[in-house]
C-alpha cells in the first residue's frame, strides 16, 4: 500500500504569514489553487485530425477565438492561433498527456507539462476587479472584458495569464453563506483566475493581498502539506 506524500506549494510561506482575520465584511476573497496541472498545447486547428483528435480526448474543442478559454472537466485556454494552456485537476495532468501523445501521433503539434512551474491565485468579490485594476495594464472594464475571456498581461511586474468566469456552483466559495454574500459572492459575480509563474506566485500573492486590503480581504488557501497518494 502506497504511503501518502505531503505535498508543499510556493505559497505556503505567504499564507502561513498573512494576518487570518476572520472579517465580518469583505469585498475581497483570495484563494490559492496550488496543485492544478497545466499542459501547454501546439497544433493546428485547421487540421481537422488534430482539432478532432483533440476533442474526443478532452471532450470539448479548443478555443479558436482569440483570448477565450472553455470551460468543462479541463479548462482550454488561448494563448495565440496555435497555441493553448490546458489545466486540469490535481493529478490529472501526466494522464491526460499520456492521451494525448497517443491520440495526435504522427500529427504535427508539441505537448508540454508545465504543472510544476505554475500556480494559480483566484480572486472574487464585488471589488476584486478594482483590486485588479490598480496595477494589471488590461483593461478590465466588464463592456470590454467579459466572462469567458482571457489574457496575458502584466501584474505589477509579473507576466500572468488572466481568465474571467462568473460564479457558480462549480466556483462556489470555501465558507459559510453569509461570508460568501459580504463578499459578493453570490451566483453571477465575477471569478479571476490569475495563473502565473511560480517564481513570481509570491510575489503577485503579496501584491494581490495589498492592493486588496482597502476593500477588505479574506485569505481562502488550501491546507500547506497537502496529503496525496503516489
Not at 505556503?12 to 496550488?34: C, I, K, N
Not at 482539432?51 to 470551460?71: D, K, M
Amino acid at each position: 500500500m502506497s504511503e501518502p506524500v505531503q505535498r508543499h506549494h510556493v505559497l505556503e510561506p505567504f499564507l502561513a504569514r498573512t494576518e487570518q482575520r476572520a472579517l465580518t465584511e469583505y469585498g475581497v476573497a483570495m484563494e490559492v489553487l496550488p496543485y492544478r496541472g497545466y499542459l501547454n498545447l501546439r497544433g493546428d486547428l485547421n487540421d481537422g485530425v488534430f482539432s478532432e483528435a483533440v476533442r474526443e480526448v478532452l471532450g470539448r474543442s479548443l478555443p479558436g477565438a482569440a483570448n477565450t478559454f472553455t470551460e468543462g472537466g479541463y479548462r482550454g485556454f488561448w494563448l495565440g492561433p496555435d497555441e493553448w494552456l490546458v489545466m486540469t485537476d490535481p493529478g490529472l495532468e501526466v494522464a491526460l498527456a499520456q492521451r494525448l501523445e497517443n491520440a495526435l501521433a504522427g500529427r504535427t503539434c508539441a505537448l508540454t507539462d508545465l504543472t510544476g512551474g505554475q500556480i494559480c491565485i483566484r480572486l472574487r468579490g464585488r471589488d476584486a476587479r478594482n483590486a485588479l485594476a490598480t496595477g494589471c495594464t488590461l483593461d478590465l472594464d466588464s463592456r470590454v472584458f467579459a466572462p469567458g475571456q482571457c489574457a496575458q498581461t502584466v501584474l505589477g511586474k509579473a507576466s500572468i495569464l488572466i481568465a474571467l468566469s462568473v460564479a457558480g456552483p462549480g466556483l462556489a466559495v470555501t465558507g459559510n453563506t453569509r461570508e460568501g454574500k459580504d463578499a459578493g459572492l453570490a451566483d453571477g459575480a465575477a471569478v479571476f483566475d490569475i495563473i502565473v509563474r511560480r517564481t513570481f506566485a509570491e510575489y503577485a500573492a503579496e501584491w494581490l493581498y495589498r492592493s486588496a486590503k482597502e476593500y477588505g480581504i479574506r485569505l481562502m488557501g488550501e491546507s500547506p502539506g497537502h496529503a496525496s497518494e503516489r
